[in-house]
Every structure is written in C-alpha cells, then in structure tokens.
C-alpha cells in the first residue's frame, strides 16, 4: 500500500482549513506545489517536532480533471447538495483542501502562510477556518465530539482505499461543512432535551442504550451498517471556531472515509430523514453554509504527482506534460522529497 498522507494524526489542539479554489490556468501551479507540501511542512515542523504539525491536502472532482485527468479515483465527484423539507446541506466552491494541524496554532499559520505565498494569482483561497480544540474535546454545543471515532486498524480499516481501487489505494475522501450554531435557542434548551438531541450524556459522554434514542437524535441517525449488520464508520475530526464579538459560534466539519457514500448516507439521514425522523435535531441549532468533497491522494502521489493507476503509460504522461507545456514536476522549489519522516 502507498504511503497514505497524516490523516490519521492525532488530535491537535489547532488546526486551519484552507479552501482553495484554481481558476482556469492555475493546474500546473497545484502540480508545482503538491510535490513540495513535504518540504514546507518539513521547514516549520522541523523546529518544534513536540507540536506535531501535519498538513494533509485533498483534490476536488473539477481539478482533478483538470490537473491529472484519466484515471480518476473510483468514488470522487462533487459534493451533493441536500435538500431537506427544513434544512439544507449546500454545495460550495472548492478545489483543494489543506488541513493543517499542530499543538500550536503559530505553527499552522507558518504553514499556511507559506502555502498562500506559493499560491500565485490563479489560486485563491475561498475560505479560512482557525479551529481550536475545546477543554473536554467538547464542541461548542457543550459535547464531548469524537469520542466514538475508530482507532488503530480500524481507523485505517475506515478512511483508507484499499483493492477496491488498486490505483489510488493509500487515498482516502474528505468531506468538509462549515456549520454555525445558534447557541441561544440552543441553550434555551433543558439538558435532558440537549442529551435527547445526540442520544448521549453531556456531563460524563455515555451513549443512550438504543431503545432510548430518540430517533431523531444524531446518533440515532448517524450509526448506519452495512447489509451484514457491519456498522460503517468515518474518522471525524471537527473543530470548534467562532469569534465573540460576531457572536459566532461554530463547528468545522470534518470526515475522512474510504469512501464518500458512508459520510453520505449519514448526510441524508440527517438532512433527508430516515422514518420516522424527518430530520436530524442537532440540525434546529446548527447551521450548515458549505460543503465539499475531496480526494486525498497518497503521500506518494503527491510526490510525484501523475495518475497512479497501471494505466497510465508514457502517452498519457506525455499528453499532460503537453496540456501543461512543461513535464509535471519541473518549475517546482525542489525542497526536497515528499515523502514523510518515518514516525517515531
Ligand atoms: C454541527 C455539526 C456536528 C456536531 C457538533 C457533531 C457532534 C457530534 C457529537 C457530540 C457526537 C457524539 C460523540 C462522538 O463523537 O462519538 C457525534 C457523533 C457522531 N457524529 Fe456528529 N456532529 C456534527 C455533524 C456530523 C455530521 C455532518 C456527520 C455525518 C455526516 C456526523 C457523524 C457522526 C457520527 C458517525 C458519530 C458517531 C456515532 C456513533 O458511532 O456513536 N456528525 N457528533
């Protein structure tokens, strides 16, 4: 299996979310840049390895085809809007996602903002998140997140392509939302009626036996299975973001997955329903403005950054090279190799 990118890093307490969008002309400017991700996370990390900095970057549908072409990884395509009868999950622009964490925040905006100087005119960051973890892991809704998240093989299990798509095993998709919280309403709310939205505790964070969920609880609606009763999972590792004075109080949503349609399927139960919920509570506080699906190709594609799959042959490298007037790789910074320091 291909070096997978830091995806399963674990939980910092800073991260920035880079959205990125590439105007018409600006591909060569990403084949540049990806093969020196690498280098630049080496340059800040390097100096502070206690803070853990990773950056982990993922590629819209529109620019894959753009910058890369055939083949094309098996599950990757825009993100869906969702429509609910109360509440929608919009689509919004986006071409690259680069998710930076550290246990220092001045270590992710070091990478940040060496990432945006190689950005160049063509490409234009479309959005900026400064997310920071919260005492508890709670989120701003006062619960504890991530708590069910898979851990060792079946974390990798859950977000790693694996022979079902041999040319882009070691990827992984992502799914992004920015949500907003109305606090206000929220809290209005006894606590009981706060446990009954999620279907867990708030104080000490234990799950409702099932005959006890409410079935329009987040739980209740986001615990889905496979046709052998195998229960799907994801890897989410939202951050709270928000800033006082404009009374903003949010989440960034977050989720890796081996594919898009299990992160999917939880998104129509919660925003479509699934009888006899119409829709997930936590959606009546919770407002979600964005969202994006990426591929997050191996670390070994970034390096080298030319469609990974058995097909591809010195045609269709040579036709690229072509399209882009110069072979891919060339122009770059030559910082270094991609690939990441082997882990402690
Ligand atoms: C406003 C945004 C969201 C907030 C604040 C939020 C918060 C939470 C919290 C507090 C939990 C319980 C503890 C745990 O993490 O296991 C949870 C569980 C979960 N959430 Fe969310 N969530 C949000 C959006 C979403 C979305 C959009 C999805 C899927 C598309 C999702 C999928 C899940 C899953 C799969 C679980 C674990 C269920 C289990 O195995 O028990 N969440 N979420």
Known sequence: MPEPQDILAPITESAIFLTVCVDPGGEEAVVDLLPDLGGLRRSVGFRAPE???SCVVGIGSDLWDRAFGAPRPAGLHPFR????ARHTAPASAGDLLF?????RLDLCFEL?????ERLGPRLRVVEEVHGFKSFDERDLLGFV???ENPEGSAARAAVLVGEEDPGFAGGSYVIVQKYSHDLEAWNAL????QEAAFGRTKLDDVEFADEDKAPDSHLALNVIEDEDGE?????????????IGSNEFGTFYIAYARTPAVTEQMLENMFLGKAPAAHDRILDFSTAHTGNLFFVPSADFLDDPAPAAPAESEGEDAARAGDEGEPPGEGSLGIGGLR?????
Do not use: C, K, W, Y
């Open 81 to 84: 809007e969702l429509r609910g």
């Open 99 to 103: 998710h930076i964490r550290a246990e």
């Open 145 to 147: 997140d991530g708590t």
């Open 51 to 53: 803070a853990r900095l």
């Open 340 to 344: 990441r320091s082997p882990t402690p």
């Open 112 to 116: 940040a903002r060496l990432i945006g």
């Open 231 to 243: 229960e799907l999972q994801i890897v989410r590792l939202n951050m709270p973001f928000g800033r």
């Open 190 to 193: 006894t606590v009981e009626q």
